[in-house]
């Protein structure tokens, strides 16, 4: 190495704080936005960082920490050889001056306005308004109610329902996702997954797991290789609070139709993956490891997959019941999957990142998300189940084509708001094009700490991996 070295400008240093439960030395994060790499760091390996940035002297470096340290020359540059290596590898150091690169030139990798070039990937379509439960959390429960209410309202045929799955797969659709209300109360919903597969996509639903039982299981299942359900607690009386009901045996019917489901796969000779979906709040926190202790080894035929998603306020009297803090909920997160014998780091890093969803991208990720399709049981369009609001509307299915609200001019603005560099308060930035929690349309990762919670998860991932 020449004795002239140069940090690129483009690099940052940040001091993390202490992050409970999380096996590491390293107490800094150094990252390259113009690489989009990030690596964490010792106290050491932070101060060399700083030396170098402000001496760009190798000799002069090297004089310093040897009078430091009271270290010859030759044990400075042994011990600190693979350091400075991967450094000048991931482009943070070189020995000359170089133009760094404008992150604003990072270009999309899509066309975001060619429909038969969009990233599709799943549409989600409502096949009741009506749900068995009357949970506490549910975000879209005033909407559905307000539906069923209304002399005017025009629900979606099984017709209806093939033609949206029809131009969905030409528009090189992957998965059709079918929810609710609680969609196994829809007499068709085998009859529509079964016209998803044979579509050459994948069907999916979202069910409480309630009423699986009375379904034609085994064709069900021939059909489906994963789903969800969206199991708070195994505790009835906690389920009867956070379910709005006043019934018994709720984690026996579940657990019930979940060994129906067992015994047909062996008969079929495949797997399932099942999703268990618990909304984590103040009623059920400390109850959610009870949830992975009893199904983690019952099963041989299921494989289950855990979707822990922490409670999102309404607005109403019911965030006091059920609203937690993020340290409440990593935690309720961390004892739970802690029973799987799962690695502390990697249980940490999925719990920060709030299910992966937050994960930072280690390749440069231009936009925030990508909007499809919620379609609602009236036919009522939005780019997702969370943007189900008035400014977010684009069209009726029973009016138009889905390349129609492609076209809308709410869906023609919200492709170019969902470019990060659109977005005003994230778009100078040095995290812009690794985070993943940038303002998106549906407003569900606001922050007003967003940048240190981006560097947390940004540690923890290369800490964990």
């Given at each position: 190495m020449s004795n002239k070295v140069i940090i690129n400008k483009n690099t940052y240093l940040y001091d993390v704080r202490p992050i409970e439960h999380l096996e590491t030395e390293c107490s800094y994060l150094l990252f390259n936005a113009e690489k989009n790499y990030w690596m964490p760091v010792d106290d050491m390996g932070a101060e060399l960082y700083q030396v170098i940035s402000e001496m760009n002297d190798m000799e002069e470096v090297s004089s310093f920490f040897c009078e430091k340290y009271d270290i010859s020359k030759d044990v400075f540059l042994n011990d600190t050889k693979d350091f400075f290596d991967l450094l000048k590898r991931k482009g943070i150091l070189a020995e000359q001056e170089h133009k760094c690169m404008d992150l604003d030139s990072i270009e999309l990798s899509m066309d975001l306005d060619d429909i038969h070039k969009y990233p599709?990937?799943?549409?989600?379509?409502?096949?009741?308004?009506?749900?068995?439960?009357?949970?506490?959390?549910?975000?879209?429960?005033?909407?559905?109610?307000?539906?069923?209410?209304?002399?005017?309202?025009?629900?979606?045929?099984?017709?209806?329902?093939?033609?949206?799955?029809?131009?969905?797969?030409?528009?090189?659709?992957?998965?059709?996702?079918?929810?609710?209300?609680?969609?196994?109360?829809?007499?068709?919903?085998?009859?529509?997954?079964?016209?998803?597969?044979?579509?050459?996509?994948?069907?999916?639903?979202?069910?409480?797991?309630?009423?699986?039982?009375?379904?034609?299981?085994?064709?069900?299942?021939?059909?489906?290789?994963?789903?969800?359900?969206?199991?708070?607690?195994?505790?009835?009386?906690?389920?009867?609070?956070?379910?709005?009901?006043?019934?018994?045996?709720?984690?026996?019917?579940?657990?019930?139709?979940?060994?129906?489901?067992?015994?047909?796969?062996?008969?079929?000779?495949?797997?399932?993956?099942?999703?268990?979906?618990?909304?984590?709040?103040?009623?059920?926190?400390?109850?959610?490891?009870?949830?992975?202790?009893?199904?983690?080894?019952?099963?041989?035929?299921?494989?289950?997959?855990?979707?822990?998603?922490?409670?999102?306020?309404?607005?109403?009297?019911?965030?006091?019941?059920?609203?937690?803090?993020?340290?409440?909920?990593?935690?309720?997160?961390?004892?739970?999957?802690?029973?799987?014998?799962?690695?502390?780091?990697?249980?940490?890093?999925?719990?920060?990142?709030?299910?992966?969803?937050?994960?930072?991208?280690?390749?440069?990720?231009?936009?925030?998300?990508?909007?499809?399709?919620?379609?609602?049981?009236?036919?009522?369009?939005?780019?997702c189940q969370g943007c189900e609001r008035e400014e977010m509307y684009l069209g009726n299915v029973w009016e138009k084509t889905l390349s129609d609200l492609f076209d809308s001019d709410v869906f023609v603005d919200l492709r170019k708001r969902i470019i990060k560099t659109s977005v005003e308060k994230c778009s100078k930035c040095e995290l812009l094009f690794c985070c993943s929690a940038v303002d998106r349309p549906c407003k569900c990762w606001e922050s007003d700490n967003c940048k240190e919670e981006c560097i947390k998860r940004m540690f923890i991932d290369a800490v964990a991996n």
């Open positions: 599709f990937n799943d549409i989600y379509i409502s096949l009741s308004d009506d749900c068995n439960l009357n949970c506490l959390y549910c975000f879209n429960k005033e909407k559905r109610n307000a539906r069923k209410k209304s002399d005017n309202i025009r629900r979606l045929s099984v017709d209806k329902i093939k033609e949206i799955i029809d131009e969905f797969g030409k528009l090189n659709g992957k998965d059709v996702v079918f929810t609710g209300g609680e969609p196994t109360l829809n007499k068709h919903l085998i009859e529509l997954c079964e016209y998803v597969h044979q579509s050459g996509m994948n069907p999916h639903f979202i069910s409480n797991g309630l009423l699986l039982g009375r379904l034609d299981l085994e064709r069900l299942m021939s059909l489906v290789d994963d789903f969800g359900i969206s199991l708070d607690s195994i505790d009835n009386n906690v389920l009867n609070k956070l379910w709005g009901v006043d019934q018994i045996n709720l984690k026996e019917r579940i657990i019930e139709n979940l060994d129906k489901i067992e015994d047909i796969c062996g008969k079929l000779s495949k797997t399932v993956r099942i999703k268990i979906m618990p909304i984590v709040s103040k009623m059920n926190a400390e109850k959610i490891g009870e949830i992975v202790e009893l199904l983690k080894n019952r099963y041989k035929n299921i494989v289950f997959r855990w979707s822990m998603t922490k409670y999102g306020k309404i607005g109403n009297e019911i965030d006091a019941m059920l609203d937690i803090t993020e340290d409440e909920y990593v935690k309720s997160v961390f004892n739970a999957l802690q029973t799987l014998s799962y690695d502390n780091n990697k249980i940490l890093e999925y719990a920060y990142s709030y299910d992966n969803r937050l994960k930072p991208t280690h390749e440069p990720q231009p936009i925030t998300c990508v909007p499809s399709f919620f379609v609602a049981n009236d036919g009522s369009a939005y780019p």
